[in-house]
């Protein structure tokens, strides 16, 4: 049981600090960190010292909280993001194409920044992403319309 309590704690705060460091685009915030460390370690001193049902029904309310903040973020990353949709279009038009090996090119679908996904795919494919495409979704694309 120790150990479970131990790694518990543990994952909670590397989340906590990974998100702090998140938010404020950079690990060098020793500050805030130490609030953060400070606060943790009030929470489990004042875990052990009351009684199991109110811990139990703080961690109830602190895991609800984050259901629903997470299921909130899904929903507006989900219906209001076009990149997001953008993608999920891409990759159910490769599934209807039959693709075995699916790429995901930002440049095609106009998502700008996506430094990372354009170095996957040009070590994917051995080219540079473009916003070039092929013959058969252009003419997909213009019988569509």
Do not use: C, H
């Amino acid at each position: 049981m120790f150990f479970f309590a131990f790694t518990t704690i543990l994952a909670y705060y590397y989340i906590a600090e990974t998100n702090v460091a998140y938010i404020r685009r950079t690990f060098k915030v020793d500050g805030l960190m130490f609030v953060l460390k400070l606060v943790l370690m009030a929470s489990v001193f004042y875990g052990t010292v009351k009684t199991a049902n109110l811990a139990w029904a703080l961690g109830d309310v602190g895991v609800g909280l984050m259901a629903w903040l997470n299921i909130v973020g899904i929903i507006i990353i989900f219906f209001m993001s076009k990149p997001t949709m953008a993608a999920l279009k891409d990759y159910e038009d490769q599934q209807k194409q039959g693709v075995t090996e699916f790429t995901f090119n930002p440049v095609k679908l106009g998502i700008k920044g996506a430094t990372y996904w354009e170095g996957k795919y040009l070590r994917k494919t051995g080219k540079a992403p473009t916003a070039e495409v092929k013959e058969t979704q252009r003419v997909e694309q213009t019988s569509s319309l």
